[in-house]
């Protein structure tokens, strides 16, 4: 575990486990969470063999609590940092929900033969927002109420995310978790509220549709189709049709979190992936 720098004084922090001869595999989290959200696909894939890489978006977790660079070309140009500074070859990006567009904003513009494969779960791409190219997308209002409760009082807020939607606890006859509702307010409470303030624009304006086109590496898009935080319909088919080597794997029933619900399945179908 340590450190980098950025050019413009940035601290991110970040994990770095196994070989270094090993193959890398980076984990992108999603809002406004941390390289902890992680934490049973490092250890699963730490123990098959691999490197496994996980930092602290600037503003989340231990990074540095920036008021500026919050939106995904200054988040995409950090992870080409902590790339370079790691010196990551034939990596493999997996991005959760915002850490999602942070993959597909990286792979996009990464230099050659520093990205072997990517994964999106759950993510945001292609754009969130309702607007006349995107009809499908969730109407403003929504990002604006994100935006007021965070305003109003983020420790209760962060503690409705998890309890609700985000891993469909609110859903009849789910099983609820009080330790992984706990977690997730546990590690957004850990980031500044001006980073996870402008992150909400980041996710849900920020259009991803030619980074997608641009992108000529295997891309496995997972969604499960009862996600309430990023609507299945307008994002991982759209997203799997606007890659060249894209792959869609669709989870019936599960939801934005499954990488924590379901973690087993998910591992599996991830390190199938990544061994074709």
Known sequence: MGFITTKDGTEIFYKNWGSKNAQPIVFHHGWPLSADDWDNQMLFFLHNGYRVIAHDRRGHGRSTQTDIGNEMDTYAADV??????????????????????????????????????????????????????????????????????????????????????FYGFNREGTKVSQGVIDNWWRQGMMGGAKAHYDCIKAFSETDFTEDLKKIDIPVLVIHGDDDQIV???????????????????????????????????????LLAFIKS
């Open 80 to 165: 080409a940092e902590l790339a370079e500074a790691l010196d990551l070859k034939n990596a493999v990006h997996i991005g959760h929900s915002t850490g999602g567009g942070e993959v597909a904003h990286y792979v996009a513009r990464a230099r050659p033969g520093r990205v072997a494969k990517a994964v999106l779960i759950g993510a945001v791409p292609p754009i969130m927002v309702k607007s006349d190219k995107n009809p499908g997308g969730l109407p403003i209002e929504v990002f604006d109420g994100f935006r007021a409760a965070l305003v109003a009082n983020r420790a209760q807020f962060y503690y409705d995310v998890p309890s609700g939607p």
């Open 231 to 269: 609507p299945y319909a307008d994002s991982a088919p759209l997203s799997a049709k606007l890659l060249r080597k894209g792959t869609l794997k669709t989870y019936a029933g599960l939801p934005h979190g499954l990488c924590t619900t379901h973690p087993d399945v998910v591992n599996a179908d």
